[in-house]
């Protein structure tokens, strides 16, 4: 298996609260609550080592409340090389009803400062050393510009590591001039960073085209309840889930990427690959949290998981 490297940026303890509907304005009754060290890349992560790669986690991390996330390292094998930075890690409320729909509710995080990034550019060529591919995901912290994220990514880049990305607004429109090796925007996302209003599916499509034109190699689309959509080097193809009992849709496209990555870091077939990555984030709305815990279900998701070509 590969070592991977995660940089998340602005990391969160997201506090998840289970509840049969939500009522604002109400007294509302929970069903249970769960505390996770969490944000994109690190979600990521845990799927990663749990496919049986070896990952660093690195990024900003607030020093005043630094010690759940280090539990989750030491817990999950993964390697810190985190910067530490004055303040707390943001925390985030997560209300996720029977239904399926979550609510967030984001917490604004520490402001990372210049001394603190230029850290961080610092150690990169020593941290990226000996990994087999860079995963950059999730949304920017305060004090962090669109422009430093754009040097951040093209001296990743520069490494000749393979760059994957997974963010959004001006974070992803920022990241595509770094020209990553894959991205896996929803259709929204997507969208936004194209800076397309309402579009069609063909405009979807062109715009796919035209990312990948610009040097993106793989678009890994998210399409909802549609499933993905994966265009890629002599790859075009859609998938679609067995239908599920939603729980919660938080770290679904965090498992569909880490499965991905492992799927090509292995030299699978697309569709394979494709099969794989879409049966565990089909598992992953069946749970409140991260990972593959019952290998048993993963195969039964596996095989209901249909695959075509796309037009």
Same mark, same amino acid.
């Given at each position: ?33 769960? #505390?996770?060290? @969490? =944000?994109?890349?690190?979600? &990521? ?5 749990? +496919? %049986?790669? *070896? ?70 060529? #020593?941290?990226? @050393? =000996?990994?087999?591919?860079? &995963? ?5 912290? +305060? %004090?962090? *510009? ?166």
């Amino acid at each position: 298996m590969a070592r991977i490297l995660t940089l998340t940026l602005n990391p969160a303890l997201d506090l998840t609260v289970s509840l049969d509907m939500l009522q604002p304005g109400a007294v509302n009754r929970t069903l249970g609550t769960r #505390r996770d060290a @969490a =944000g994109k890349g690190l979600n &990521v992560a845990q799927v990663l080592a749990d +496919l %049986g790669h *070896s990952v660093t986690v690195g990024g900003f991390l607030g020093a005043a409340n630094a010690a759940p996330f280090e539990a989750l390292f030491q817990r999950r094998g993964l390697i810190d090389a985190f910067v530490r930075v004055p303040g707390e890690t943001r925390s985030n409320i997560k209300l996720a009803e029977r239904s399926g729909r979550v609510t967030d509710l984001n917490g604004p995080g520490p402001v990372v400062g210049a001394e603190h990034q230029a850290q961080l550019l610092e150690q990169l060529e #020593r941290i990226v @050393a =000996g990994h087999a591919a860079v &995963v950059v995901a999730g949304s920017l912290p +305060l %004090g962090v *510009s669109p422009q430093w994220f754009t040097m951040l990514l093209r001296r990743l880049a520069a490494l000749g590591l393979p760059l994957v990305l997974d963010s959004s607004g001006a974070a992803l429109r920022a990241g595509l001039a770094a020209k990553p090796w894959l991205i896996k925007p929803n259709e929204e996302e997507l969208a936004q960073a194209c800076e397309l209003s309402e579009p069609s599916a063909a405009e979807l499509t062109a715009a796919v085209s035209g990312v990948r034109e610009q040097g993106v190699e793989h678009v890994l689309l998210s399409r909802g309840a549609a499933g993905v959509s994966w265009y890629g080097p002599d790859i075009a193809l859609q998938a679609m889930p067995p239908t599920v009992e939603v729980v919660s849709t938080v770290g679904a496209g965090d498992s569909l990427l880490a499965a991905t990555l492992h799927g090509l870091l292995s030299g699978w077939p697309a569709e394979r690959t494709l099969r794989l990555a879409t049966a565990i984030a089909a598992q992953a709305v069946t749970q409140v949290g991260f990972g593959l815990h019952d290998r048993e279900q993963l195969a039964r998701l596996e095989a209901g998981v249909r695959i075509a070509p796309l037009d």
